[in-house]
T-cell receptor, first 116, second 113 residues
Framework: GAGVSQSPSNKVTEKGKDVELRCDPISGHTALYWYRQSLGQGLEFLIYFQGNSAPDKSGLPSDRFSAERTGGSVSTLTIQRTQQEDSAVYLC??????????????FGPGTRLTVL | GENVEQHPSTLSVQEGDSAVIKCTYSDSASNYFPWYKQELGKGPQLIIDIRSNVGEKKDQRIAVTLNKTAKHFSLHITETQPEDSAVYFCAATRTGANSKLTFGKGITLSVRP
């Protein structure tokens, strides 16, 4: 079946511009996560959505970062006034439910963001 | 919060040899430890996991061991093949943490043909 998809696969933008990254989770998955992967770094947690609960935004690095999830499915990560240090691969993952740590997280291929 | 350390950052082995990747964690309450494999241009994929109530788990050529006393866990790959070349991430979390995994920085495994 279809896995997690993300778009665009690559995004090049100029410093100061806003960008939107999209994630389509696996159908039926109620939990959705955003991670950032910088060169030589691990996967940095950004934000987590679970059903209709308030999202866990504890990993967002600054108020320039925000995310929403409409209708419990598609999610959009928005970065305002992009900076060069925002350059990274942004990964989205989904799982059946966030109430059990044992539910596998399925990752999308990521969006590579380059800020010039 | 949890802190997961993964060393070294790169590992090179000859095809057919075994590879061992080690991770340490800081939160003694962590009870779930998955391993993810990331191939070039793709997202990470779960390859094996272990819960704190067992010390070892095997799946064909891969196995994971857990030492709760020392707070470290390891991934073992036997009879390595070129297709095992990838970045491997370990992670840790504990029940009730909303499944928020803390990842190590990853190790790049290269299998020389």
């Amino acid at each position: 079946g279809a896995g997690v998809s993300q778009s665009p696969s690559n995004k090049v933008t100029e410093k100061g511009k806003d960008v939107e990254l999209r994630c389509d989770p696996i159908s039926g998955h109620t939990a959705l996560y955003w991670y950032r992967q910088s060169l030589g770094q691990g996967l940095e947690f950004l934000i987590y959505f679970q059903g209709n609960s308030a999202p866990d935004k504890s990993g967002l690095p600054s108020d320039r970062f925000s995310a929403e999830r409409t209708g419990g499915s598609v999610s959009t990560l928005t970065i305002q006034r992009t900076q060069q240090e925002d350059s990274a691969v942004y990964l989205c993952a989904s799982s059946l439910a966030g109430t059990s740590v044992y539910n596998e997280q399925f990752f999308g291929p990521g969006t590579r963001l380059t800020v010039l | 919060g949890e802190n997961v350390e993964q060393h070294p950052s790169t590992l090179s082995v000859q095809e057919g040899d075994s590879a061992v990747i080690k991770c340490t964690y800081s939160d003694s309450a962590s009870n779930y430890f998955p391993w993810y494999k990331q191939e070039l241009g793709k997202g990470p994929q779960l390859i094996i996991d272990i819960r704190s109530n067992v010390g070892e788990k095997k799946d064909q050529r891969i196995a994971v061991t857990l030492n709760k006393t020392a707070k470290h866990f390891s991934l073992h790959i036997t009879e390595t093949q070129p297709e095992d070349s990838a970045v491997y991430f370990c992670a840790a979390t504990r029940t009730g943490a909303n499944s928020k995994l803390t990842f190590g920085k990853g190790i790049t495994l290269s299998v020389r043909p």
